[in-house]
């Protein structure tokens, strides 16, 4: 049970920003939130992760509200090879991450 | 440092014969996991080692599956024997610490396919 919610897929034009939603209702207060993505034929790599704020990484930008029920992933300017499937993951504890379905990101040039 | 590394990178074998997957994780880093990946079922947790000591095994899907962790350079994923439904890819994760808050590096898989 990944315990959390993200659209099935996701279309952004190239250049463009892409913000990816995911939904965490049940989310506890030591959960963090973990984003990976899986580039065709390869394995999953990590994105970025938080806690309570908002982050910022050369990759990304990681949104979180404020009753932590909900997160955004920012890519700033989608480019082809951004083209993956995202996996938003909450994980609590000392615990491996577990994958759901994910969104499968398209990007159009 | 080269990564996690897993070998081979594409295994096809027959129907009742043993497989061995192999991964290699970065060096210092005290977790280990084995993932597998179907279109139908995603990817699953199948096993994880922390300081080389397994601690959960529940994702195992059968008696026929056996993984080990001789050192803390090297693990084995073990099917035998194999069967048609274990084709998948497999992952091989290392992390640092636990995954709760760093970062987990997966190798490139090894596609397994059994006919």
């Known amino acids: 049970d990944a315990k959390t919610t993200q659209p099935n897929s996701m279309e952004s034009n190239e250049e463009e920003p892409v913000h990816l939603p995911c939904n965490h209702s049940?989310?506890?207060?030591?959960?963090?939130i973990h984003w990976y993505r899986q580039l065709p034929s390869q394995g999953p790599e990590y994105v970025i992760h938080?806690?309570?704020s908002n982050v910022n990484n050369r990759m990304a930008s990681l949104a979180i509200a404020e009753d932590r029920k909900s997160s955004t992933l920012i890519l700033h300017r989608a480019t082809l090879r951004d083209a993956a499937v995202y996996y938003c993951?909450?994980?609590?504890?000392?615990?491996?991450?577990?994958f759901g379905k994910g969104t499968r990101l398209s990007v159009i040039a | 440092d080269a990564g996690v590394i897993q070998s081979p990178r594409h295994e096809v074998t027959e129907m009742g014969q043993e497989v061995t997957l192999r991964c290699k994780p970065i060096?210092?880093?005290?977790?280990l996991f084995w993932y597998r990946q179907t279109m139908m079922r995603g990817l699953e947790l199948l096993i994880y080692?922390?300081?080389?000591?397994?601690?959960?095994d529940s994702g195992m899907p059968e008696d026929r599956f056996s993984a080990k962790m001789p050192n803390a350079s090297f693990s084995t994923l073990k099917i035998q024997p194999s069967e048609p439904r274990d084709s998948a890819v497999y992952f091989c994760?290392?992390?640092?610490?636990?995954?709760?808050?760093?970062?987990?590096?997966f190798g490139q898989g090894t596609r397994l396919t059994v006919v």
């Open positions: 994760a290392s992390s640092e610490t636990g995954p709760m808050n760093t970062e987990a590096f």
């Open positions: 049940t989310i506890s207060g030591t959960d963090y």
């Open positions: 938080g806690l309570t």
């Open positions: 993951i909450r994980n609590s504890g000392n615990t491996p991450l577990v």
């Open positions: 060096s210092g880093h005290n977790s």
């Open positions: 080692f922390n300081n080389n000591v397994p601690i959960d």
